[in-house]
């Protein structure tokens, strides 16, 4: 069974840019969450779809946002970029809920802004 | 305030050895699911192990258990025989909503270092 593949693994962007990243979850998993990782904030939660609604989302401005098409892949954006949004962007799938599956992580998109 | 705190920024260990690894976090849940997760360098994280809170019992997965203490909100992560494989980045995380959602509070990490 194919893991989650995140797309692409590197880019570099300068600020003002937008970017676009995309997320498959495993086959079958209807959950897709995203979480940045940065060496100065950690992991933190950016938002989660489920079967193509936001379910939760996270502390982060409206330039971030994301979507999820009907077969569970999903992109975030992020808009006007800046050099604080560089960092690791890494999705998640699951086939539910935290009370009944595990996250499965991909192996990230590592954005740099310049 | 949901918190998972991670006091061990780095640690060592012998090859053979024991290490544990604390963590401690703040909740007003009644029930919630406690995790590890591990992320080795430049590679994804995964998922070592899970506790949930209403089980008293320690969870294990082979060389990994817990020590849960769910009166003092401690979640200590005990590796046993550490193997070079186990060098990487220990993220202690759990679910601020009881596992309604996806959403994952993590610890800051602790990069462990398994010495041959």
């Known amino acids: 069974k194919a893991g989650v593949t995140q797309t692409p693994r590197y880019l570099i962007k300068t600020r003002g840019q937008q970017v676009t990243l995309s997320c498959s979850p495993i086959?079958?998993?209807?959950?897709v969450s995203w979480y940045q990782q940065t060496p100065g904030q950690g992991l933190q939660f950016l938002f989660e779809?489920?079967?193509?609604?936001?379910?939760n989302k996270g502390n982060f401005p409206g330039r971030f946002s994301g979507r999820q098409f009907s077969n569970s892949r999903s992109e975030m954006n992020v808009s006007t970029l800046e050099l604080g949004d560089s960092a690791l962007y890494l999705c998640?799938?699951?086939?539910?809920?935290?009370?009944?599956?595990?996250?499965?992580f991909g192996e990230g998109s590592r954005l740099t802004v310049l | 305030a949901q918190t998972v705190t991670q006091s061990q920024p780095e640690m060592s260990v012998q090859e053979a050895e024991t290490v544990t690894l604390s963590c401690t976090y703040d909740?007003?849940?009644?029930?919630?699911?406690l995790f590890w997760y591990k992320q080795p360098p430049s590679r994804q994280m995964i998922l070592v192990i899970r506790?949930?809170?209403?089980?008293?019992q320690n969870a294990t997965e082979n060389r990994f258990s817990v020590n849960f203490q769910k009166a003092a909100k401690s979640f200590s992560l005990k590796i046993s025989d550490s193997q070079l494989g186990d060098t990487a980045m220990y993220f202690c995380?759990?679910?601020?909503?009881?596992?309604?959602?996806?959403?994952?509070?993590f610890g800051t990490g602790t990069l462990l270092a398994v010495q041959p």
């Open positions: 998640a799938s699951s086939s539910g809920t935290g009370r009944s599956g595990e996250l499965f």
């Open positions: 086959s079958g998993h209807r959950s």
């Open positions: 779809y489920f079967s193509e609604t936001q379910r």
């Open positions: 909740t007003s849940e009644s029930n919630y699911y």
């Open positions: 506790q949930e809170a209403y089980k008293q």
């Open positions: 995380a759990f679910f601020p909503d009881g596992g309604a959602t996806n959403k994952l509070i």
